[in-house]
């Protein structure tokens, strides 16, 4: 039989493809949901939801208890842009839950842990082409303090106290089911749905702000196969690359299926984010490693987006 999984964060724009991905694999009676709101119907009807705040321990640890929980993904978390105006509140949602949660593991009481770190981590003295796995990380913002600050515990529970918990450093994430909250990297996702409701769209970043980015079900995969694979004890967060474009490119690669779309950039405070972040990503250690390989390009990508969307604005 497999074990018990608890998803934190479920209701959010990877916690819940994430849960749909576990719950596929390893049964819907497996894979329990959680969030301190509401998730997608598809959420909520696929199988046990329970309302859970991530700062609270009790409340984790009575779910944990209730539901013979082995493995926790901790997908709760406040992004880049929506941190820089609740400095405290990102602090305390990043790095308390992420403290229960290794308690949790130290103690003995679950097995296994996953908990996303992010490009964030990186800062304006690193490279920022192909950014290594081991390089510079000095983050300017409060996000990427607190993952990088994340990553330093990890280890340290990982040494010092045998948790097993294992991280990936995400790159913006592209999805049509989920809207993404509060990031640098959301106008990704936001230009997709401009074009078909629209026709246009005011771009927070400047055109040739290059990032790093990733396909939904690309990063599924990648988190679903780091928790699976055995021999990673190399590294406790690993770079994961896939594509990364300018808002310039994706503009061109929409206009060949909508050839109308109109876009203007009036870059905001996200601008300082972006340009502090890598343009590339080395992804060598988690290929090496665990067989790492992405599969979405610009171009497909654009293709689902757009076909999925499409269909989902047709049916509402
Ligand atoms: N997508 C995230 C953000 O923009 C990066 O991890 O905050």
Known sequence: MSEKILVIGASGQIGSELTMGLRKIYGDSHVIASDIREGSSELMNSGTFEFVDATNKEQIEQIVQKHTIEVVYLMAA??????????????????????????????GVIKRIFWPS??????????????????????????????????RWCDYYMSNFNVDVRSIRYPG?????????????????????????????????????????????DA??????????????????????????????????IKKHLPEFEVSYVPDFRQKIADSWP??????????????????????????????????????
């Open 279 to 316: 343009q590339s990503i080395d992804d060598n250690a988690a290929k090496r490693d665990w067989n790492w390989e992405h599969t979405f390009d610009l171009e497909t990508m654009t293709s689902e987006m757009l076909t999925r969307l499409n269909e989902k604005y047709a049916k509402s």
């Open 173 to 217: 994430i592209i999805s049509w089911k989920t809207m993404p909250g509060g990031g640098t990297t959301d106008y990704a996702v936001e230009i997709y749905h401009k074009a078909i409701i629209e026709g246009k769209y005011e771009c927070f970043l400047s055109e040739n702000s290059r990032l790093p980015m990733m396909f939904m079900e």
């Open 78 to 107: 406040m992004l880049s842009g929506a941190a820089e105006k609740n400095p405290e509140k990102a602090w305390d949602l990043n790095m308390t839950s992420l403290f229960h949660v290794l308690n949790l593991a130290k103690e």
């Open 220 to 253: 599924i995969k990648a988190t679903i196969d780091l928790m699976k694979a055995s021999n990673i004890n190399n590294y406790i967060a690993y770079n994961v690359g896939a594509v990364d474009f300018t808002p310039k490119e994706i503009v061109k690669e």
């Open 118 to 151: 992010s490009i964030a981590i990186f800062g304006n003295s690193t490279p920022k082409q192909m950014t290594g796995q081991q390089t510079i990380t000095e983050p300017s913002t409060v996000y990427g303090i607190s993952k990088l600050t994340g990553e």
